[in-house]
């Protein structure tokens, strides 16, 4: 698995997906490699789901090549879902049958299955095996997904929205044993509407808006989120005035902020002059575009923005 | 993993489900037993005419009746409500994701309803004959009377698969099963007995429809009246129409 880290698990090219006139999908190209934990995020009716489906085999593509494990969804499904697995957004299951019981009911459709124990080890189950599923609390039941998904031993996991709905407890945990998977070298694809997760969990991830991947690349950079303007703020003591050789914008009530490119230049300068004034630069905070920041104006905009800065 | 491995182990799994669902195991399986408990006891000690000159005794009248009523819950209410449950909640589009085959997953399901079927069958029968002396099925009758079994448990399920295709979500489920199967169970005097001087509309909405057509061949088997072979091929062709209907319609995705 190592040797082959940066091989592909998913490449995509050209491919397109319309539902009578409404275009889903027009022309995704996306790369995944082997190995990584790569989220899709997007806003509902982005195409996010319809684009997974195709991935799965659940959908047939208008266009395109889609190559999934080397496999094509529409045409060796079979052989694709041995070694895939797949979490869903609703997560129906059995209700009156037990945890350990439900898990090696789905090894069973396997040629390859992973033994039951492990499985509820790896996802934390191991004291609910004999629990009925009715009597698990929402993480546990998003826990036993995956154990679901990983009863094939798969190498590709897709997770559809792993903790839409879900408490901030209850997300951490299942956050924990999507983390827990990268050391097994599995692939996972990950669809998301929360930064927070995408940028936990996530090496590379990328925006879909209408049907179109509009940016791509790793939660630190996406669409130069690390090169864009970064904002310095601070606040100065009652009766102090600011230094003039700075481009700074009072807020009112003591405050100033500064946008600049040149951040280390531009901190050094003023905790300089600070320092030589002798003036407390009072709750001093060097801030970056959120990924939040970069998503709402990467999907707000429908014509596409890869990089650039934002002002 | 061979197919027949792959259907015992679903088998397994359906079954433990099945009886520890306290609905299914209640409405399929202990309901038709209550209403042959209830309606033997009520009115047992009656005897009625079925055809010209055969004139049987209510009780085994009721053992046959409730032998077809469990048969059709055990398929049809049985494997139409809980696959609109597992198709709303997801389970069936989970599985679809899997390598199992679909045609052993429904297999699965219809064994197992099959299986449902005879053992209610079996205990509605030993009840009759323990406490009515109701009369059992022998030779060419047994014969005839397990055929019309099979192929009548086998239409009711498919007609079971068919109904889900109009059943628009879970909360619908019993809803659409019981107002489809419940007045064809009265017109078809499987509750109580229909003469022939029923109205005519009604006699012919019960030689239109399965239902009595597959309760006559249950009477063949305990009550002794006459077997007779079309009521089969009637059967059968609703079978291979509710078939038919499920190929094309059935959807393993929630209806949204």
Request: charge should be negative.
């Amino acid at each position: 698995m190592d040797s082959a880290s940066s091989a592909s698990a998913i490449s995509v090219r050209g491919l397109t997906k319309s539902y009578g006139k409404f275009a889903a999908l027009r022309g995704v190209d996306l790369e995944i490699r082997q190995g990584e934990i790569f989220a899709l995020l997007g806003p509902n009716g982005a195409g996010k789901t319809t684009f997974v489906e195709i991935l799965e085999g659940f959908r047939h593509r208008d266009a395109g090549d889609v190559s999934v494990l080397g496999l094509d969804p529409d045409h060796q499904p079979m052989a694709l879902k041995t070694r895939i697995g797949i979490v869903l957004q609703s997560s129906g299951m059995d209700r009156y049958l037990q945890v350990a019981e439900t898990v090696a009911m789905y090894s069973s459709y396997y040629p390859h299955p992973r033994p039951v124990d492990e499985i509820l080890a790896l996802v934390g189950l191991e004291a609910k095996s004999a629990e009925r599923v009715l009597r698990l609390s929402g993480g546990q039941q998003r826990r036993l997904d995956v154990a679901i998904a990983l009863a094939g031993n798969p190498d590709l996991l897709f997770l559809d929205e792993p903790t839409t709905g879900f408490d901030p407890s209850a997300r951490r945990e299942v956050w924990e044993v999507i983390k827990n998977l990268r050391g097994l070298g599995k692939t996972v694809v990950l669809t998301t509407h929360f930064m927070d997760e995408a940028q936990y969990l996530a090496d590379r991830l990328a925006v879909i808006a209408n049907g179109a991947i509009v940016a791509e690349g790793n939660p630190e950079t996406l669409a130069g989120r690390d090169r864009m303007l970064a904002t310095v703020r601070f606040s100065l003591p009652e009766g102090v005035d600011a230094p003039t050789q700075f481009d700074l914008v009072a807020l009112g009530t003591g405050g100033y902020e500064l946008k600049t490119t040149r951040v280390t230049q531009d901190v050094h300068g003023l905790t300089s002059w600070a320092l030589g004034a002798g003036v407390d630069l009072e709750d001093l905070r060097v801030e970056r575009p959120t990924l939040e920041d970069v998503y709402l104006e990467l999907t707000a905009d429908p014509t596409p923005l890869t990089t650039g800065e934002a002002s | 993993m061979n197919a027949a491995t792959m259907l015992e182990n679903q088998l397994k799994y359906v079954n433990k489900a099945f009886w520890r669902n306290p609905a299914s195991a209640f409405f399929t399986f202990a309901f038709p037993l209550m209403f042959l408990v209830i309606f033997t006891s009520l009115l047992g000690q009656h005897s009625i005419t079925i055809s010209a000159g055969h004139t049987i005794d209510v009780s085994t009248y009721y053992v046959a009746s409730m032998a077809a009523y469990a048969v059709i819950s055990a398929c049809y209410n049985n494997i139409a409500i809980g696959l609109a449950i597992q198709r709303d909640s997801g389970v069936l589009k989970r599985t679809r994701g899997t390598p199992i085959p679909s045609s052993i997953y429904i297999m699965g399901r219809l064994v197992h309803a099959l299986f449902v079927a005879v053992i209610l069958v079996v205990i509605t029968a030993a009840y009759g004959k323990f406490f009515y002396h109701a009369s059992l099925p022998t030779g060419t009758s047994l014969m005839e009377f397990l055929v019309s079994l099979i192929i009548g448990s086998l239409a009711f399920c498919s007609l079971g698969f068919a109904i889900t295709c109009v059943i628009p979500n879970a909360d619908a489920a019993p809803a659409v099963v019981n107002a489809s199967i419940l007045p064809l169970l009265f017109l078809s005097g499987v509750f109580i007995p229909i003469s022939s001087s029923a109205p005519a509309w009604m006699l012919w909405v019960a030689r239109v429809f399965p239902v009595r057509h597959f309760a006559l061949s249950m009477d063949a088997g305990f009550a002794g009246a006459t077997f007779n072979w079309m009521d089969v091929v009637i059967v059968a062709a609703w079978g291979i129409g509710g078939f038919l209907v499920s190929a094309r319609f059935f959807t393993w995705e929630p209806k949204r």
